[in-house]
């Protein structure tokens, strides 16, 4: 039973440039939400997609925006890239939205230089 | 907005002495509660939860944490640990109705010597 899988692993961009990075959720889930976890601190919420829609958001600007496709997979982006953005992006999948249990991918570690 | 406090950044101590770790949130409204811990190179993986009923409850890897609603806590312990549970462990938080956004503490690391 795979678990929840991200890509790339590892990524350094430049600053002003735009990123895609993509999760799988667990299989049997259909919901995905995506956090932010900068160095030294607990991740934060970015949004959920569930039914392929933007269901809830967190405090992040208009350059993060994200997608959900039939198959429940996702895919989160980020425009004009700003050094502060660098981070480790978690994706977590659930079933349904009712607060069930997340579980985490490894993440995907994002450099802005 | 809820938020999620974690007392201590770090912790340091020798294997079987007994740990415990200080989560508190500030919400008013119905919770479930979590730990997640994140061993060294490996993904966040869930602990233990609270829903609802008995307010101890025993996670994984011989965890259990307390749920006292009256001081908005949900501290973790441990009696005895192990090398092994050397990690950082995050409390997080999920108002029931906030769907499953969680709201994270900024974790703890806990460094057991052997």
């Known amino acids: 039973d795979a678990g929840v899988t991200q890509s790339p692993t590892h990524l350094i961009k430049t600053r002003g440039q735009q990123v895609t990075l993509r999760c799988s959720p667990k299989s049997g889930h259909d919901t995905v939400s995506w956090y932010q976890q900068a160095l030294g601190q607990g991740p934060q919420f970015i949004f959920q997609?569930?039914?392929?829609?933007?269901?809830q958001r967190g405090n992040f600007p208009d350059r993060f925006s994200g997608h959900q496709f039939p198959n429940y997979s996702s895919e989160l982006n980020v425009n004009a890239l700003l050094l502060g953005d660098s981070a480790l992006y978690l994706c977590?999948?659930?079933?349904?939205?009712?607060?069930?249990?997340?579980?985490f991918g490894q993440g995907t570690r994002l450099t802005v230089v | 907005a809820q938020s999620v406090s974690q007392h201590n950044h770090h912790v340091i101590l020798s294997e079987a002495a007994s740990l415990e770790l200080g989560c508190n949130y500030s919400?008013?409204?119905?919770?479930?509660l979590f730990w997640y811990v994140q061993y060294p190179g490996q993904h966040l993986q869930l602990l233990l939860k609270y829903f609802s009923g008995d307010p101890l409850v025993k996670g994984i890897k011989g965890f259990e944490a307390e749920f006292i609603k009256s001081k908005f806590s949900f501290n973790l312990r441990k009696p005895s640990v192990q090398w092994s549970d050397t990690a950082e462990y995050f409390c997080a938080v999920n108002p029931k109705a906030a769907g499953n956004k969680l709201t994270f503490g900024g974790g703890t690391r806990v460094l057991v010597k052997p």
């Open positions: 919400y008013g409204g119905t919770v479930n």
């Open positions: 977590a999948s659930s079933l349904g939205t009712g607060g069930a249990v997340a579980f």
């Open positions: 997609y569930y039914e392929e829609e933007e269901r």
